[in-house]
C-alpha cells in the first residue's frame, strides 16, 4: 500500500500562475475584475440606506462580491507585476512599480470603502497596466471596457 501511495503521491503541487515559464499574460482578467468592483460599487450606492431586511441582503451580496473581485484584480495585477515584467521594462516604463503599487492599494481600499470613485480609479489604473503590457510587447491594443 505504501509503494501505492508513494508512486501515485504528487510531488510538489503549484498553485499559482504562473510559476513555470508558461508565456501566458494578458491584463484583461485584471480589467474583468475591476469592472465587477466598479459595478459593485455603483449598486451598492444606488441601493441608499435604506434597512430592510432585502436591501441590507443585497448590499450585503453586493460587499462580498465587490471584495471577492478585487481580491481577484489584486491577484492579477501581481502576476503581471511580479512574473511578467522584467528589469528590462523599468528602462522603457520608469514608474512600472509605482503604478502598481498604487493599483494593489486601489484594489484594498476598494475592499474596505464603498465609493463608485474608488472603482473608476481602480479600472483606470488598470487600463494605465494595459496600455504599459501592450507597449511592451509592441503592440496597440484597444481597452474596451464590458459595461
Known amino acids: 500500500m505504501n ?4 508512486l501515485f503521491r504528487p510531488g510538489n503541487i503549484a498553485q499559482a500562475h504562473c510559476d ?3 508565456g ?4 484583461a482578467s485584471a ?5 465587477a468592483v466598479l459595478s459593485m460599487e ?3 450606492a444606488a441601493l441608499g440606506d435604506a434597512q430592510d431586511i432585502a436591501t441590507i441582503n443585497t448590499r450585503t451580496r453586493f460587499i462580498a462580491i465587490k471584495e471577492q473581485q478585487a481580491e481577484v484584480c489584486k491577484h492579477e495585477l501581481d502576476v503581471l507585476w511580479h512574473d511578467y515584467f522584467k528589469p528590462e521594462h523599468l528602462e522603457k516604463y520608469p514608474n512600472l512599480h509605482e503604478t502598481f503599487w498604487k493599483a ?5 481600499k476598494n475592499k474596505t470603502e464603498q465609493d463608485p470613485a474608488n472603482g473608476e480609479a481602480l479600472l483606470q489604473a488598470v487600463e494605465e497596466i494595459h496600455g504599459i503590457y501592450w507597449g511592451s510587447k509592441g ?9
Open 24 to 27: 501566458v499574460y494578458d491584463p
Open 42 to 44: 455603483k449598486k451598492i
Open 139 to 147: 503592440k496597440d491594443v484597444p481597452f474596451i471596457r464590458a459595461s
Open 3 to 6: 509503494l501505492f501511495r508513494n
Open 20 to 22: 513555470g515559464p508558461c
Open 31 to 35: 480589467r474583468i475584475a475591476a469592472e
Open 104 to 108: 494593489a492599494k486601489l484594489c484594498s
